[in-house]
């Protein structure tokens, strides 16, 4: 039996370096690092000085009660003041907040001081909604600019927000509202999905059909389709126009709750991470200052996630706005009317910070790169990757047909819990490599451990932990306290577990494997998912690849692999020739020990509303199972699709 904890099995090779320009100007150098490792609340504290905070912290951090953290003890401040309000007192009224751009091509555009205004508007409807400080309003909106209103309407009077993804089931809604006894509900009557109206009401009205708690569902008209009403609904239109637009925001706690929000469910079951005010907003803004080297005056800054995410909660609100940045917001899907709709936005807003995801950028490799080639996509400076691990051939196509080869990729890696980025290259400074997460970022302690806890030493694989709390750490899991503490510090005494596997390579840089239940153990060698996918996904035919281990006689687990091939691979990939050199490939790039059992060519792949891979119902498929819970796919019927493939599936060897 092999020693080792996770095979490192990818050599990548390739480096790029800091744009001169972008590194000579860059809002943080490599000193940083030292400066934060010799002094790491200190570090933070200079950080949360970046916020107006309403009365100073006394202690940087009680850590007296672990896992239990807080941060900037005793301090105050309101978190919607600081995204919004100081803006305006500085006398950027005018900048713009948002760009918006609807599906269908209408816009909006909110400066500052328009943002200060609906905000203001809000608070006072809910306020006249008897929502008060402490009470849980729930938000199920499409992304129009009353999202980010409610959400910072919710935290200026001390409400505790609950997004939860407009594309979620009655029954995901209920169950997160019923979790965090929501007293309102924020809707709209439905929203714009690939030219078409999506009703939103209806769902909840089904979910709240059997919530108690909820006194009031406030409703955004958005598409004017027709919608019930019931006693319980308001129209935005109705109450939140009129009131005023003055309201004065009272500080609150640095530990006041901010928000919940469940994980996206990749795993099972989600779980509700409560984030707090003080601590998370210095960190969310520092990390958006830091690893997007903002410049608040010039740079127009893109997140395509979905506000429903914790993406959207930290990079297009909160960071975002307490930076005085200026964002574009879109609301439908990439191919609505055309394929290369994103890259018009782009063009029409000469965006120059460009956010998105591994799963969006491996559709775009599978559509084509004459789509983003027919658009000017020059006004990009930095173009960033966060959700997955990105393959370092996707991470090499997203350089260099969207950044044209000039703008550096950074590779965030983050979760729901952290609430913040943790692990990241810094554009002016790291020398990136394609695939690589690469370090810590500054103030954050952050390690690859073996299963005894043991650091790795450099070209080892394991756990990844981190080893000092962090200012936008989860607080724990709402409502349940034991399973914070059993979930995230039970694993190695002392240390945040993510979850994840990752190695360090020669250099001591981190590389992100996937997450560690997904993890091979293959005639003893514990192979990652991820490394046997980039190697699918280096072929020049494979747009995405999941990979997933079965059960096998002779190798204790066989590597099982589902791919789906690039729009120009060519009439001749579902074939045994194919599949054949595909393994060859694998075998090739990797060694023999990663060579997949079975490769099925399949249409589509199973993933999560937010665009992940479910691995676990692919080994469900490889195991002719029958599935487990598949109410967080995007779409189920994929798993009918391939299941269909099954039966062609052989192994060869
Ligand atoms: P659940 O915890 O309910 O299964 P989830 O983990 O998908 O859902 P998120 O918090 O949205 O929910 O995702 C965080 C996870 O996404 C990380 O733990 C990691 O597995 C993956 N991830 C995010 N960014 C990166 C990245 N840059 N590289 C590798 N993996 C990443
Ligand atoms: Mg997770």
Excluded at 146 to 172: D, K, N, W, Y
Excluded at 294 to 308: F, Q
Excluded at 558 to 571: C, L
């Amino acid at each position: 039996m092999s020693q080792e904890t996770l095979s490192n099995l990818l050599q990548e090779n390739r480096r790029f370096a800091p744009p001169p320009e972008l590194a000579a100007s860059a809002n943080v150098t490599a000193q940083t690092y030292e400066e934060a490792a010799a002094d790491r609340l200190g570090f933070w504290e200079r950080q949360a000085e970046r916020l107006t905070w309403a009365k100073p912290w006394n202690e940087v951090l009680d850590w007296s009660n672990p896992p239990f953290a807080k941060w900037f003890v005793g301090g105050e401040l309101n978190v919607a003041y600081n995204c919004v309000d100081r803006h305006v007192e500085a006398g950027l009224g005018d900048r713009v907040a948002y760009h918006w751009e609807g599906e269908p091509g209408d816009t909006r555009t909110l400066t500052y001081a328009d943002l200060q205004r609906e905000v203001a508007k809000a608070a006072n409807a809910l306020l006249e909604l008897g929502v008060r400080k402490g009470d849980r309003v729930a938000i199920y909106l499409p992304m129009i600019p009353e999202l980010p209103i409610s959400m910072l309407a919710c935290a200026r009077i001390g409400a505790t927000h609950s997004v939860v993804f407009a594309g979620f089931s009655a029954e995901a809604l209920r169950t997160r509202i019923a979790d965090a006894q929501a007293k309102v509900v924020i809707t709209a009557d439905g929203q714009n999905r690939r030219g078409k109206h999506a009703a939103l009401k209806p769902t909840v009205d089904d979910a709240v059909a059997s919530t108690p708690d909820v006194e009031h569902v406030l409703v955004v008209r958005r598409t004017g389709q027709e919608v019930a009403h019931h006693e319980r609904d308001v129209w935005w239109h109705d109450l939140v126009e009129r009131q005023s637009t003055e309201h004065t925001a009272e500080p609150h706690d640095a530990e006041h709750p901010l928000y919940i929000l469940y994980t996206s469910g990749t795993t099972g079951k989600p779980k509700g991470i409560l984030h707090t005010s003080g601590g998370y907003l210095t960190q969310v803004a520092y990390t958006h200052h830091a690893v997007f080297d903002l410049k608040p005056e010039t740079d127009v800054y893109w997140c395509s996630a979905d506000i429903g995410w914790v993406t959207g909660h930290s990079y297009i609100v909160y960071g975002p706005l307490a930076n005085g940045a200026t964002s574009v917001i879109y609301e439908g899907t990439p191919d609505t009317p055309h394929q290369g709709r994103w890259w018009e936005i782009i063009e029409k807003y000469k965006v120059t910070l460009f956010y998105t995801a591994p799963t969006a950028i491996r559709t775009f490799m599978k559509w084509g790169e004459e789509i983003p080639a027919r658009h000017d996509l020059s006004s990009l400076r930095l173009i960033g990757s966060v959700g997955e691990p990105i393959n370092p051939e996707a991470y090499v196509w997203y350089r260099e047909r969207i950044g044209a080869g000039r703008c550096p990729v950074v590779d965030t890696w983050w979760q729901t819990e952290t609430g913040g980025i943790m692990v990241s290259p810094l554009p002016g400074v790291t020398e990136g490599k394609p695939g690589a997460a690469m370090r810590p970022l500054p103030g954050i302690v952050a390690d690859v451990v073996d299963d005894q806890g043991q650091s790795v030493p450099n070209g080892g694989g394991g756990f990844l932990v981190v080893k000092e709390p962090w200012p936008s750490m989860l607080r724990t899991i709402w409502g349940d306290d034991e399973r914070y503490v059993k979930t995230y510090w039970s694993r190695f005494e002392g240390m945040y577990f993510a979850g994840d596997g990752a190695k360090k390579d020669d250099d001591g840089d981190f590389w992100l494997l996937g997450r560690v239940d997904d993890v091979m153990l293959v005639s003893g060698h514990n192979i990652s998912t991820t490394e046997v996918e980039s190697a699918l996904v280096s072929h020049p035919k494979v747009a995405e690849a999941a990979v997933t281990g079965a059960t096998d006689p002779v190798t204790g687990q066989a590597i099982v692999a589902f791919v789906i091939p690039r729009g120009n691979a060519g009439a001749d990939v579902d074939g045994e020739e194919f599949v054949a050199e595909l393994r060859d490939h694998v075998a090739k790039t990797l060694g023999p020990i990663a060579k997949p059992r079975q490769i099925m060519v399949v249409p589509e792949l199973p993933k999560t509303r937010s665009g992940k891979i479910m691995r676990r119902l692919l080994r469900d498929v490889a195991e002719n199972r029958s599935l487990g819970d598949v109410t967080t796919l995007t779409d189920s019927s994929v798993m009918d699709l391939i299941s269909t493939k099954l039966p062609s599936a052989k192994s060869e060897d």
